[in-house]
């Protein structure tokens, strides 16, 4: 994300990227980011917290749209509401396209 984030800044895109990890991706120049505490593979909430992720969304494009200059950081007031051991990772079906390509993917952990 960050390596299309400072492409699109490059070409004068402004972005914004949603991360967890603020501290490396400053240090590895990512433009400009909002800094949220939620596990990997949840920036933007829990499955189906419809009105959680909307927040996130916004906050994330308010960010971008107030951000003066590329290496701004903006903090999202937000705390994950459970522990990361009582967490659901997975929704409860496969995306389609894992579905479509199963058996593909399962030969290939067999190699």
Excluded: C
């Excluded at 120049?29 to 949840?42: L, S």
């Excluded at 107030?66 to 051991?85: I, T």
């Amino acid at each position: 994300m960050g390596l299309a984030a400072r492409f699109l800044e490059e070409k004068g895109f402004s972005t914004v990227v949603l991360t967890p990890t603020w501290e490396f991706n400053r240090a590895v120049g990512i433009p400009r980011q909002v800094a949220v505490e939620y596990p990997y593979g949840r920036p933007i909430g829990q499955v189906g917290d419809v009105a959680g992720q909307r927040a996130v969304l916004l906050e994330s494009t308010t960010f971008l749209k107030e951000a003066e200059k590329p290496g701004a950081v903006r903090h999202l007031p937000l705390e994950w509401p459970e522990p990361p051991k009582d967490t659901h990772w997975h929704p409860p079906e496969m995306s389609p396209i894992i579905a479509a390509n199963l058996e593909e993917i399962k030969n290939a952990r067999k190699k």
